[in-house]
Every structure is written in C-alpha cells, then in structure tokens.
C-alpha cells in the first residue's frame, strides 16, 4: 500500500474517530437529561414516585447499591465521562441521581448530584436534595450569600410541596459539563440558575433569601445558555 493509500485510510481513521466521539458525547448529554427530566416529572406529581414507577422508567439502568436496611432500599442512576476522561480528552465528571424507598415502595427522598475534577485534582460539587411529605415546601440554598469561595460545595433542598416554579428552579443540574471540552470550575458552572461568578471570582445566590431560605416569591435571574 502506498503513502497516499495510508494518508486516505489514516483520514477516515480519524473522520471516524471525531464522529464517535460525538456520537457519544451527544447520547451522554441526553441519558444525563432524562435522569434530571425524570427527578423533575417525579417531584410534579401529586403524589410521590413508586419503586415500580422507577423501575419502569429506567429499567435496567436502575440499580440497587445496597442490601435493604431495616428502613428501606436505596437505588441508583450513574453517568459519567469515564471513557473520555481516561484519554483526558475531558475533565472526569459524574451525575448521580439516589432515591431513597421505604418498605412500602414509595421513595421518601431523591438526591441529584453532579460533580467534577478539575486541573489541580481538587473536585468541585453540588447536588440537589427532593424531599417528599405533605408538608415538605422549603427550598434551601447554600452558599447563599454574594461573596463565597470560588471552590465552595452547592447545595440544595426543595420540598415536593413547594410552588411548581420553585421545583422547576432547583431541580437544574448542566449536563453541558458532562461533556463540555474545558469542563466546569465551580458551582456557578455546575447550577448556574441558582448561582453565579462575580467580576471578583467569588460565587453569588442568585435567589432573594433570608439566610438560605428562598423567598417564596422569588425567581431566578435569566442565565443565558
């Protein structure tokens, strides 16, 4: 074969190589969505989500950690960008989503989380905690002032009985960072409606709230995408 041959071949080589790649990326990015589109649904009913109902919307990808404990059974959605993250092509990145089921089959709490690795091996993360009782309508954000550290930890509890605006608000992780070639440095990354980078570099609510209590009439600032 000659050297032209070789060129041609290594050409569609790496064509095929760079469309996989995003073949991947992209199918990454929607599986990372309907995890959180589905947390979303869940919180929206008026009634809290079943074992069954679980089972039957991500079926294999569903997975028990743990032996059940004397009250319930934990189980378990994960995603990550391993295999682009072991060619460090990107940042290492997760999104986790738990939910927690009493002996009764219903799930009494979901946890979303989403984290990364940056370019020091420091991590940065946030994660979203659904809480479902009759009685659960707080949403809570921390950090919630204007000035915390740039690698701060976010975190967010919102209760199935707060106001649909409010849920819509706090279940947003951005799956952009799963596949993001330059990753996500902080929290205004990983949740960018709930918080932002100040021309300091530091990170801001962008909630109205009374010491992490979000004010019931409050609404997030536009973020553009």
């Known amino acids: 074969m000659d050297r032209k041959s070789w060129a041609l071949w290594a050409v569609v080589g790496f064509l095929l190589v760079v469309a996989g790649v995003g073949v991947w990326r992209f199918k990454l990015k929607r599986d990372a969505e309907y995890v959180l589109r589905a947390s979303s649904d869940f919180s929206l009913q008026p009634h809290p989500p079943t074992v069954q109902q679980l089972r ?96 701060v ?12 605006d409010e849920k819509l608000t706090a279940i947003a992780l951005n799956t952009d960072c799963l596949t993001r070639w330059h990753g996500c440095v902080s929290v205004a990354d990983l949740m960018p409606r709930i918080w932002e980078e100040t021309p300091t570099r530091t990170i801001r609510c962008r909630l109205a709230n009374h010491d992490g209590f979000v004010d019931a009439a409050a609404r997030p600032i536009p973020n553009p995408q």
């Open 56 to 151: 039957e919307r991500f079926g294999r990808a569903l997975r028990q950690t743990d032996p059940c404990a004397v009250d319930g059974c934990q189980f378990e959605l994960f995603l990550s960008n391993s295999t682009l993250a072991t060619i460090r092509l990107l940042p290492y990145t997760v999104v986790r989503s738990t939910f927690w089921v009493n002996n009764s089959g219903v799930v009494q709490s979901n946890s979303l989380q989403i984290w990364t690795v940056i370019e020091n091996g420091s991590m940065r993360l946030s994660y979203i905690l659904v809480k479902y009782c009759v009685r659960c309508d707080s949403f809570i954000v921390n950090p919630y002032g204007d000035s915390s550290a740039l690698g």
């Open 153 to 164: 930890t976010g975190s967010v509890e919102i209760g199935s009985a707060a106001p649909r």
